[in-house]
């Protein structure tokens, strides 16, 4: 199986504070790995080192077998992010923004994979508003379209879900499924929304501070422990809940 | 109504920065215009037309302003609007977000600065444009020594994020009394006139007036002005670059504006 994205002995120290303490996973092609975790585990940090925002204390990421200290514009265009903490220019509308994005990350047939996007992601109704007027959900919508506007080989997904309703959350999960079994896209999805990790990876890490401290499919992690679920096997493993 | 009082003391108590800036702007106001007023009290008979070199000198002064606070403003809208992972995810070279933000700046400052400039002569019978073929060497230099303090504001915001924002204003007012933009370099005092022969705002702006006054070019101020352009403006990009280094070691480019 191809390996998409790896992640090998990977750290970042802030002056005293080690923020990701030497870790090490691999997302194949066609995979979605779930990466769980309380605030501050170092989850942001280590997706923060795979975009290339942040430089590694030690470690590698390799981004389809290539480094991505090396050749960090190049693979840019592979990859691609969502976070609720980062948005989308307020005053331009929909349309304006994917435009803007489709041409930084140089999309052949812009239009065409605009109108695709806005059929699929429900844009349409609002595709000519004004971005900052949109509600939570339908910002959700535009940002996961920026998203996947250059089809990235990896997509890192920060708490896609957060603050939505039930009913857009579960729009952009099945969303989420259809569009990486057609893409064969490699996932790395950070959430604090247990049922959405147990119904959409295939693997889980779980990180507490800032190290790697059980991984495996959810199954296997809620029978290692013997719990009913996910949100119970987080809480024993971050709290140390018996 | 104490409690809103001391919702905004104990913000500006908490920082240095906001004593500071409450400080400066005053004190560059008077500094500024103490220099001016003196400059008209010793030499009142300088200019035979002194309206038509104070205003076009504010144009060109605006030059500068507009193009450094037009380079700022890009950026600082990427952080205001939570947008600016979103860039430096992009697949954009360094070269490449210098290169747009400078023509982008360049369109902004024109769209800000032609109605200005016609304006100026139905009102008061001044136009900038007799300046003739140098006004177009006197409006490059003041653009990319503009687009050069914008590099260096713009490297200070990757580097120490959005409370580097009050220096992105307060930069160039500070370069207004050392600029001579409206007086001779001889009328600052003597530890300034050597701060001020390291601008190329001096050259151009005594370059400004020696056209406007005698009819004629000195080569020399001009070639002295881009001379310094190139330094800075090396330095500058240098800089941008180096910021961007040091902010993906220090972690500054994430969730920048929140």
């Known amino acids: 199986m191809t390996i998409a994205l790896e992640i090998i002995n ?43 925002l942040l430089k590694p204390t030690k470690g590698k990421v390799l981004i389809n077998g290539i480094e991505i200290e090396k050749q960090r514009v190049d693979l840019l265009n592979n990859l691609n992010f969502i976070s609720p903490y980062i948005e989308l220019p307020k005053k331009l509308t929909v349309k304006q923004n994917l435009e803007v994005y489709g041409r930084l990350y140089d999309v052949k047939e812009l239009e ?43 997509l890192l997904l920060d708490e896609p879900t957060a603050s939505l309703d ?25 959430s604090h929304n247990m049922s959405e990790v147990e119904r959409l990876c295939s693997s889980v890490l779980m990180m507490n501070k800032g190290s790697i401290i059980d991984q495996g499919t959810p199954m296997e992690l809620i029978q290692k422990h013997g719990r009913k679920n996910m949100e119970e096997v987080f809480l024993k493993l971050t709290r140390g809940l018996v | 109504m104490y409690g809103l009082f001391l919702r905004h003391f104990y913000l500006i108590k908490s920082s240095l920065p906001r004593v500071l800036d409450l400080i400066y702007w005053p004190t560059i106001q008077i500094i500024l215009w103490g220099f001016i007023s003196k400059f008209f009290s010793i030499y009142s008979d300088y200019y035979n037309n002194t309206l038509g070199i104070i205003l076009t000198c504010a144009i060109l002064y605006d030059i500068l302003f507009r193009s450094s606070i037009s380079f700022n403003m890009l950026f600082l809208e990427e952080i205001w609007s939570r947008n600016f992972t979103n860039l430096f995810i992009a697949p954009l070279k ?82 207004a009394p050392l600029g001579c933009i409206y007086y001779p370099i001889e009328i600052l005092p003597e530890v300034f006139q050597i701060i001020a022969k390291g601008l190329p ?43 961007f280094l040091r902010a993906r070691v220090k972690g500054t480019l994430i969730n920048m504006g929140e």
């Open chain 1, 10 to 52: 990977l750290s970042k120290t802030y002056d005293t504070k080690e923020a990701v303490r030497n870790i090490s996973f691999k997302v194949n092609e066609n995979e979605i790995i779930g990466i769980l975790g309380p605030n501050g585990c170092g989850k942001t940090t280590t997706i923060a080192m795979i975009l290339g």
């Open chain 1, 112 to 154: 065409i994979k605009i109108d695709y996007l806005s059929e699929k992601l429900r844009l349409n109704e609002f595709i000519n508003k004004i971005t900052g007027e949109l509600s939570s959900g339908q910002k959700n919508r535009v940002s996961l379209a920026k998203s996947i506007i250059n089809d990235p080989s990896v």
């Open chain 1, 166 to 190: 039930p009913e857009t959350g579960d729009f952009v999960r099945s969303f989420l499924e259809e569009y990486q079994k057609e893409k064969k896209t490699s996932i790395l999805l950070a």
């Open chain 2, 94 to 175: 360094l070269k490449e977000i210098i290169i747009s933000l400078i023509f982008t700046a360049l369109i902004r400052t024109l769209i800000g600065l032609v109605p200005a400039i016609i304006l100026t002569s139905p009102l008061f019978g001044i136009s900038i444009l007799k300046l003739g073929f140098p006004l177009l060497i006197l409006f490059l230099s003041l653009y990319i020594f503009g687009i050069t303090l914008g590099l260096f504001v713009s490297s200070g915001l990757m580097r120490f994020g959005p409370s580097f924002e009050n220096i992105a204003w307060s930069s160039l007012f500070l370069l």
């Open chain 2, 201 to 243: 705002l001096v050259y151009v702006f005594d370059e400004t007036r020696n056209i406007l006054i005698n009819g004629l070019v000195n080569y020399e101020n001009i070639k002295q002005a881009y001379l310094l352009n190139l330094i800075y403006l090396i330095f500058g990009i240098g800089l941008f670059y180096l910021s």
